[in-house]
């Protein structure tokens, strides 16, 4: 099953590897909840930096929270690398500045 994202309407940022994983259909654009979370197998953060499991989550005072089953780091980076080797210098992927992906 992919990932989800959630939509640019929510405050995402439109980043360079969030839209690949739509376009190589590993990710799915989809409104997020805390309930969706807490039935999820797992959140991973998306960044310039790499994919890193997230273990918890607060939605703040009425918006509940999650806590997430940890999803081993190795997992996550076996998604960043899946990204990484679609995109190659043809792309333009060395020429882009990264973006975050919330």
């Known amino acids: 099953m992919p ?23 590993l990710a799915v654009e989809t409104p997020i909840s805390m309930e ?15 994919c890193r499991p997230i273990h918890g989550l607060s939605g703040g005072r009425g918006h509940g929270s999650a806590t997430l089953t940890r999803i081993d780091p190795a997992q996550a980076e076996g998604f960043w690398r899946r990204l990484l080797d679609a995109g190659g210098a043809s792309e333009g992927a060395q020429k882009q500045p990264w973006v975050e992906m919330r």
């Open 36 to 50: 969706m979370l807490n039935r999820s197998d797992g959140a991973l953060l998306l960044n310039s930096l790499g």
């Open 3 to 25: 990932l989800a994202t959630p939509p640019l309407a929510s405050g995402c940022l439109p980043g360079i590897m969030r839209q690949r994983a739509l376009d190589l259909g």
